[in-house]
């Protein structure tokens, strides 16, 4: 018999978003039809072809996977989403709700008495309820607490205490440990008194009876092995493991280069607290570079794609205000050249080409810093080489393109001083590009912060200014 | 003992890399000092020091990880990068090859021998070859032929016949098959007389005597179950299984919202043919998400760090090209009104202004609606919606900010009808930006084409030329 809540792949998953749109809008036209009649709402509730529409959406919900009922919410507006939600299964709540966007998930939890909170957080580990936690009301928190073991308590407090981009965070707690004094026979009698393994178990935990971490079993090693053989004989006593204030990143980069799959977690004493698993370390991977992308764009975070005008307002003004700011510097070094500018308005024109290029190139150079950072691969020593490497290539470009603009300028214009002041801005300001390009994300780094965020707003602020100062002050000085 | 090539982390690595860089740095500098004396070559060879100097470095070597030498071979300029590369064992060549960046192994691969190379691949499971093959010479991938069984160059020539970002490309040949009538006893003994499992073998494929994918058996369930149980009885028929035609990233989003650690790949008669991993899956996410991110920054792909300033310059003109068209258009635009910008030369100085909030906003819708729609969360019956947000929000900023601006340049210039035409262009800027930054990527979608790449350019280079001439033009009609 097929699971009923078996996965299923994008495509017919979309193909699920589709059945429920279409039940949602038969729904829609049941209730305006009632609404023309005038007839009061119980008895649109006791009506039969709504009742009978409802009951096949729910039909249809039981039948999908937590992570793609999140992602029908997600698809759907606010209206629509709550009344899916509404037809959720109480005890499926928790696990749609981890999978759901901060942004959707907002919605939602704002949609639920605190009573079916508690009640959500009753199917989930206490790792899964520290994620949530962040969006839940103080007083469900406490409720919570007060629903746990003490050891679970214990597990809540800690993992809540662990900053958003640490190890910690990733963390869960559903490690099976085995001691290594033991043989293999004892160890799968062990296991086989289990119901069943947690996820992504692909090794066991050797600890002694501090808790101390001894090495790890793979699983594999389990089944290959003489059962007699003991487990000491048989893990690994040199093993990748973290603790838990480490940065994720560095978790994510072990897990992707040794090709990991789980991996333990111990505190400063090598104390086993909890194991990272690939699972946590994929959505890391995948929301660290949407959330790198989304600030390259110019927005502060996921957005809801129907959150109200207002919220999504505030989502984007932070850029777009640092944005304007620049601009408007921007705007000022120009105002300095009016005169410039009255007396030969082809400035005006041209101007632009030059802050451009600057701007196009200084990204490039910049992004390429900032990944070669990211991966370590920038020591001192070879920093002064990649300064040179991106000087000689922004000569290059400015002879190449500065050439041809130039000569553009030149023909428009009918005048060659004008195209060779165009050429060597074109230049000078592919140079700022790359100097700056190099150093800010350098500069950044050795004041602590991140060099992919705002690097490409102060490059772009750079060489606009810069540009049209350059262009600006060259033509003033030699054509005027 | 501790494992030789024992997996470390991100600051051991570095750690490592700064040990390399000072070896490297003592060979050069008694490299320096016997030429300086004179010496002939095969005396320097000969040297004592020298010899030392090259031991050390091969030990350390010897210590690292395949996966740590590719990253410090990816940190080093190309000379020290072909020292260090000749320092490698030969048997360990063929796994650093796989590890290192596309633009690395290039370099490497110029370096050696065909022979070298085809001794290389000896240590490679066939789906690693093909990982390799684009970059290898035709005369060795024809050697590497002559050297596999059949099964094995059936299993190649599959492998190298899929496009890259399809599922056969992520897929390898190494997975476990059982039958569904025998007892877990008889597959624990199977499994024991294997030396150990491939790595992330999570789950055994059950298949019959024809290789029909009968449903998955995952290895928790081999050690919680009573042995006399039969694998049909405890294994699971229905499963998440894909086709080596499918795109890769509908593999990628099924290993992230289901937690999937392997998942089996059948051709269209459900005949068994491969596998995925994790691993692989956790690879291609890295390369898509840092590849979409290159492209926005306008660089073609990855580039060597220590790349020639001529091969580097190539990566990055492609789009410096494009966006230098786009500016020579804006510029074009600006010349039109010449005249006004004669008569009025504030409008010089404002207009940066207005094409920059327009490219900034018009990118932020870009950027959410091209998220949106790789989730599949657009579809036709909700876009019209999303539209109606996007205008709506434009509205809102370009009252908020046109006012701010409106006033800056009312106070600026003394002149309230200049305020209000910035007021009035930084709006209908903002529109153009909402109304394209929606359309083209569902335009892009519907010609088939990758919304992702170059939608940024296009944005921006219709705000440019767009703002400059909307308020040029207003200006021109209003003010002069």
Redesign the interface.
Known sequence: ???LE??????D??ES??QV?ALL?KHRIVEQLVHKQDMRRHELVESLVHKQNLAELQKKLDEL?P??VA?IL??L?LEDRLIIWSLVKADRDGDILL?VSDAVRGTLIADMEPEELVAATEQLDTDEIADLAPDLPEEVIEDVFQSLSTEEREQLRAAMSYPEDSVGALMDFEMVTVREDVSLEVV?RY??R????P????QLFVVDRAEILKGVLP????????PDRLVSEVM???T?H?EPG?RA??AA???????L?SAPVVDDRSKLVGRV???A???Y??EE??S???N????REE?D??AS??N??KN?WT??AV??VT??I???V??IF?GS??RL?????????V???GG??G??T???IV??MA?????R??AK??LK?EL??SL??GVV?GTI?GF?ATV?YDSIPLGLVMMAAMTLNLMVAALFGVFIPMLMQRFGRDPAVGS?VLITAIT?SGGFFIFLGLATLFLL
Do not use: C
Request: without cysteine.
């Open positions: 018999m097929a699971d078996e996965p299923k792949l994008e495509e998953v979309q978003l589709r749109l809008s996977h992570a793609d992602y997600e698809a507006p999978a799968l296991l086989r289990l119901d069943e393994l996820d992504h178990t692909d699983l594999g090693r389990v089944l290959v092995n003489d690994t006593a040199e990748v973290f480490q990143e560095l980069q072990a897990f992707e280069r040794y090709d799959v698993t690939v699972a370390v994929v959505d991977i995948r570079s949407d790198e992308m989304l390259l764009a110019g927005l957005e794609i129907f005008v207002w999504s307002a984007r850029w777009l944005n304007l601009a408007f921007a705007s000022r120009i105002g009016e500018i009255e308005v082809a400035l005006a024109a041209l101007m632009p080409i802050a451009g290029i196009n190139s990204n490039q910049i992004t390429m990944r070669a991966l370590g691969q920038i020591q020593a070879n080489a990649l490497k000689a290539i290059l470009n393109w603009f553009f428009l490409s606009d």
